[in-house]
């Protein structure tokens, strides 16, 4: 999985790419989160328009990453998920953890100003 970042404003997206699952591209992301957080950066938009497959520790990193982000007084949005993955955290019921949007600007906008 390839881990991007850019800033949109006062909002930082993180645009994955490849995969969503556990292991050592789940410690980088996990990573780059708590080192946002860290700098304050806690208003992310997490691009997933480029992951072709999550599994249950994927998702329970985006939890993760949502509480984390939450605890430093932000937030985590996501952004461009397949339908797959939408039907995914609404099977899961984690809908009001995970906030969707259909675009990265999208997204980023509901953060206000």
């Known amino acids: 999985m390839t881990i991007t ?13 490849g995969n969503l699952m556990g292991g050592p591209d789940a410690n980088a992301l996990n990573a780059k989160v708590h080192e946002l957080a860290d700098l304050m950066q806690v208003r992310i938009v997490l691009d997933l328009g480029r992951v072709q497959f999550m599994n249950s520790s994927g998702l329970g990193l985006l939890i993760g990453a949502a509480s984390t982000l939450k605890n430093a007084g932000g937030a985590l949005k996501i952004a461009g998920a397949s339908e797959k993955i939408l039907a995914l955290i609404k099977v899961t019921k984690l809908g009001g953890v995970l906030e969707t949007f259909p675009t990265v600007d999208g997204a980023a906008a509901s953060f206000g100003k």
């Open 5 to 17: 970042t850019t800033s949109l404003g006062k909002t930082t997206i993180i645009r994955l790419e």
